[in-house]
């Protein structure tokens, strides 16, 4: 599906009530659109065009347990393993129970799936104890996306509204109600109906300089969520996926962890394995473990961490497994001059993959009336405190599936009326304004790079979350953010500006991102232990009083009651 085939769709009416509107066009957002039931209209918002997400930027593959050698109950047991005590039990029975099932949903839906004559092919990635990772080559998120594309625009109850921007969600303020979204769409600002809204905005990459995130992982829903007053959750658990290509001027492009699945060996400058000095199961060692080797070992070599590489060799795997599996891999190796087969490749950590996000139940409910969750921006239970390779697209499927079952009242009364508004509203000295913002966002995945990382400390982070206030402030009080925060719900606003629709989404996402760096930093001092991929310099041993969430409502942080250790019995 190519962005000309997505443009073609219809115009959006922005007037007529959608029963359900539906935020990101990733895997979660996509097929949570194609399961809702087909009498709701559904509007399905993304910030560009179809498609464009982390889950098109996938490459490993799906978890499940189909293999005549696996059962979910392995595959609960390596989730719980992983997630280093903070995995929620019931959610992630369901995860794995249900995984089968959408497998065969999926291959129904047409997205192709490798195979071994007519059974579907499984590889191996790190920390599982079986070979349960279904793929397409080595671009298994652009395969099921692509599919999903297609059909979503192929349904008559989906609208798709794209190059479209939400700017926060409408809350209706007699019943604390999500009632919509506050929409930035052809360069104007629209309040956009709903009788159920659905978050589905991926991740917040973009708050680390070094990321494997597209530009739109700015953290939309957990930002718009926080703002509306939803309860979030262990929002310090950032997963640092060990192997991203470090090249100059080359973007954190991921090298799937299938690779080291499939026998590639980490090594440092001398061909050393190096990770075996920290775990013993080496570069096939969960991701926070791998990614801490990497850093302890540029840290014992007096290497800068934030330029510094190590090499990832893929030469112990046969050539011929090599273009069969990852023919994405050597063709953007090569785009920037590296031979996967005669040579290593450059690879450093970075952030890949948030745990934390909004409190979402099975059925993807928050906290808030009318405000359902899925995918990475959601915090369902079944990563803990670090997710198991694969099973983010395997939760993006299982509980987009569950919008199926969604039954909605009959829209509330008593909404108050849109408000008529001035047509036109002049914002001075927008360029100069555009500027600063720019400027702040520029510097700020820097500051949350060097103290929110790989490894924290309370000195470090106590001073970046005092300078993220700074910035707070100071966006708070410019010309733009003024006029933007002061607008009550009205007929469509249109902005006196250049290229108003670019400033705008600028502006929303920069202040997510302030938003999202004070939630993490925050959340990061607030847990005094090393736990998955928190990793505290200062605290580097799990604490059993902290077997508990972080929970964060507003303004508050507090502690969940404490888990229990020992899981339920297995049966």
């Not at 009416?13 to 990733?26: A, E, K």
């Not at 930002?223 to 080359?250: I, N, S």
Request: hydrophobic share 45%; proline share 6%.
């Amino acid at each position: 599906m190519n962005p000309s085939t997505a443009d073609s769709s219809p115009e959006p009416n922005l007037n007529g009530q959608f029963d359900v509107l539906v935020v990101g066009t990733g895997a979660a957002g996509l097929y949570a659109a194609l399961c809702l039931p087909e009498r709701y209209q559904v509007g399905l918002i993304t910030k560009d065009t179809l498609p464009l997400s982390a889950s098109d930027w996938a490459q490993g593959g799906l978890a499940a347990a189909v293999g005549p050698e696996d059962s979910p109950l392995l595959h609960i047991e390596d989730t719980l393993k992983a997630g280093a005590g903070l995995c929620d039990f019931e959610a992630v029975k369901f995860l794995a129970e249900l995984a089968p099932q959408c497998v065969q949903s999926l291959v129904r839906l047409g997205v192709g799936f490798d195979r071994h004559g007519d059974t579907l092919a499984l590889t191996l990635e790190a920390a599982h104890s079986r070979r349960r990772v279904l793929h397409a080559a080595d671009t298994t998120g652009r395969t099921i996306v692509s599919t999903l594309t297609a059909q979503v625009l192929s349904r008559k109850n989906i609208q798709a509204i794209q190059q479209a921007f939400a700017l926060s969600l409408w809350i209706d303020p007699q019943t604390q109600r999500c009632q919509g979204v506050c929409l930035v769409y052809q360069g104007q600002i629209s309040w956009v109906r709903a009788r159920a809204v659905v978050l589905a905005t991926g991740g917040g990459g973009q708050v680390f300089a070094q990321t494997t995130n597209p530009a739109v992982s700015t953290g939309d829903g957990v930002a718009m969520a926080w703002r509306a007053g939803a309860v979030l959750r262990d929002l310090e658990f950032v997963q640092f996926h060990p192997t991203a290509l470090t090249k100059a001027g080359a973007p954190r492009f991921l090298i799937s962890e299938a690779v080291r699945g499939e026998g590639a060996h980490l090594v440092d400058d001398r061909g050393r394995r190096f990770a075996f000095d920290d775990h013993p199961a080496g570069e096939l060692a969960p991701r926070d473990v791998v990614s801490r080797a990497i850093f302890r070992h540029f840290q014992r070599t007096g290497l800068d961490p934030a330029a510094a590489n190590v090499w990832l060799d893929l030469r112990p795997i046969p050539e011929s497994r090599i273009r069969h599996r990852f023919p994405n891999i050597i063709q953007v190796c090569q785009r920037w001059g590296i031979d996967v087969f005669s040579s290593p490749v450059p690879v450093a950590p970075a952030a890949h993959y948030w745990m934390g996000g909004i409190v979402t139940d099975l059925m993807n409910q928050t906290s808030i009336p009318g405000l359902y969750a899925v995918g990475e921006t959601a915090s369902t239970g079944v990563h803990g405190a670090n997710r198991l390779a694969s099973n983010s697209l395997l939760e993006c499927i299982v509980f987009g599936a569950q919008l199926a079952h969604l039954e909605l009242s009959e829209p509330a009364s008593g909404h108050y009326p849109l408000k008529p508004d001035a047509s036109q509203l002049p914002v001075a000295d927008g360029l100069a304004q555009l500027a600063k913002i720019e400027a702040m966002r520029q510097e700020l995945p820097r500051l949350v790079w060097q103290s929110a990382g790989i490894c924290r400390e309370q000195p470090a982070l106590e001073a970046a979350l005092a300078k993220v206030e700074c910035w707070q402030a100071e966006f708070a009080v410019l010309p733009l953010s003024e006029c933007l925060l002061s607008l009550q719900p009205s007929e469509p606003v249109k902005f006196a500006l250049p290229d108003a629709g670019t400033v705008l989404r600028c502006w929303g996402e920069t202040r997510n991102l302030l938003d999202v760096a004070y939630l993490i930093l925050k959340s990061a001092a607030f847990r005094t232990e090393s736990r998955g991929g928190h990793y505290r310099a200062d605290f580097p041993d799990p604490d059993p009083r902290w077997l508990a969430h972080t929970l964060v409502q507003d303004s508050n942080w507090w502690k969940s009651h404490a888990l229990i250790q020992s899981q339920p019995a297995l049966t």
